[in-house]
């Protein structure tokens, strides 16, 4: 049974710095292409970053977020510098298991993210 499960959110002010962590089980993580995707209030999902070897990243974060993995961890991060207001949503970790596109593969519970002055 896949598992994924995410850590790390909560309430930052704008600039400031969070680090997500996804732990994965189930499944054979080194050779999962896996993503970040989030919800914003209000708004449906949107893709964030994709990693297998190289990440890819959405334009809005690009300089700001790095995306990693740790296969013999079977972890995935997303560091989060300079946050703003904008970046506020529920992000989830994703496993595009069997060609699954982002918005359909599995993911976690999510973590919530709030940046609020």
């Known amino acids: 049974e896949v598992q994924l499960v995410e850590s790390g959110g909560g309430l930052v002010q704008p600039g400031e710095s969070l680090r997500l962590s996804c732990a994965a089980s189930g499944f054979t993580f080194s050779s999962t292409t896996m993503a970040w995707v989030r919800q914003p209030p209000g708004k449906g999902l949107e893709w964030v970053s994709t990693i297998y070897r190289d990440p890819l990243y959405r334009g809005s974060v690009k300089g700001r977020f790095t995306v990693s993995r740790d296969d013999a961890r079977q972890t995935l991060y997303l560091q989060m510098d300079s946050l703003k207001p904008e970046d506020t949503a529920v992000y989830y970790c994703?496993?595009?298991?069997?060609?699954?596109?982002?918005?359909?593969?599995?993911r976690g519970q999510g973590t919530q993210v709030t940046v609020s002055s």
């Open positions: 994703a496993a595009l298991l069997s060609g699954a596109s982002w918005d359909g593969a599995p």
